[in-house]
């Protein structure tokens, strides 16, 4: 899928009509809950609404199962969840007061933080980015070192894209745009594209097509994704509703990935692109291990670490996608709201 991430132009275009200091002032109201029951749930008596950056899939099922399951609505939060899209800006709905929450990713929160958008991650329930070049199974490239004489179509310009291009690996590499669609690979074994692990290959599966995918995170560029994001002003005013929202969003990720039946139904209603219920099974097992690692258990589930976000910053820099004499990596992101034993920094934005 071509949108989930900001392109940097689309970034600096939206930033330059933000209204500074103009806070988040949502303006609807919530979705019915779904659960079925009311109780034990809390009168709800603040308001939460999450911007996706794509139409919902898989990749949002926790936030989706938080609301299905009643859990924002236990926290006194009635929550909206707004699709995404191709020309959604998730980050600059924010900055605009149009939501209070929106979901993009690490990256993303560095490049928005670095044009002076005061936004904030806290939490980062994947782990490991889905990001992934397919290739055809019957192609001789056994890792994204073997691309040499491939045909790439990828969105240049891209954080991933860069980092490739920086450690080489796109030498004797034609690169041609990506348009959303997994045709190319039908044409010629020696085609990569990008995509993320729990979409394309199945797509591309459906067509008579089976890839093999490599995984950029393996490249050691590894940004959170799926991140939840907020304002600084939020955090600085009502960080009782930030810590609400946390909470039942961790409860929600950790139910979804156990038990996502309840809450597919709700996305395959709501995603309106012809997802189907085998897609969106496949999205889940695919994301588990993304999520849930051998240094970060479910019960650990949306931590971020430092280390993590300070190698980003760099990784960024090197890049020069960034000046980072104008963004810091404790800026970007704060561990106030995640459960005790979570590494990092606590920040309440911009003073």
Request: hydrophobic letters at 40%.
């Amino acid at each position: 899928m071509t949108s989930r991430a900001i392109s940097i132009g689309s970034l600096f275009l939206l930033l330059g009509c933000i209204v500074p200091g103009g806070g988040c002032r949502p303006t609807t109201t919530a979705v019915k809950q779904e659960s079925g029951s009311t109780e034990n749930v809390a009168t709800p008596s603040m308001s939460a609404t999450i911007q996706l950056n794509w139409y919902p899939e898989a990749e949002h099922g926790g936030f989706y199962a938080a609301d299905v399951m009643g859990l924002f609505q236990a926290e006194g939060v009635t929550p909206q969840i707004v699709p995404g899209g191709r020309a959604v800006n998730p980050g600059g709905e924010l900055e605009l007061g149009r939501c209070n929450f929106a979901v993009v990713n690490a990256d993303d929160v560095v490049l928005m933080r670095h044009e002076g958008a005061d936004v904030v991650a806290v939490m980062a329930p994947m782990q490991i980015h889905p990001r992934c070049i397919l290739v055809r199974e019957d192609s001789p490239a056994k890792s994204l070192k073997d691309l040499k004489g491939f045909t790439l179509h990828c969105e240049k310009g891209r954080a991933f894209v860069e980092y490739m291009r920086q450690q080489g690996l796109l030498e004797g590499v034609q690169e041609a745009p990506y348009f959303g669609s997994i045709a190319p690979l039908a044409t010629s074994p020696q085609t990569a594209i990008q995509g993320y692990v729990f979409s394309e290959p199945l797509l591309a599966k459906e067509q008579g097509v089976s890839t093999r995918n490599l995984m950029v995170s393996e490249l050691g560029f590894n940004p959170y994704a799926s991140v939840l994001i907020t304002t600084g002003r939020q955090i600085r005013e009502n960080p009782a509703l930030v810590q609400a929202v946390v909470k039942a969003s961790i409860e929600g990720w950790q139910k979804y990935l156990d038990d996502p039946e309840r809450t597919n139904a709700r996305i395959l209603a709501e995603n309106g692109q012809g997802l189907t219920a085998a897609a969106l099974q496949f999205g889940v097992e695919q994301m588990k291990p993304l999520c849930i690692t051998a240094e970060v258990p479910s019960s650990d589930l949306g931590r971020m670490d430092s280390a993590r976000w300070d190698q980003l910053v760099r990784q960024l820099e090197d890049l020069k996608l960034i000046d980072r004499s104008k963004v810091k990596a404790s800026d970007c992101y704060t561990t106030e709201f995640l459960p005790s034993g979570s590494t990092g920094a606590v920040n309440r934005g911009e003073s």
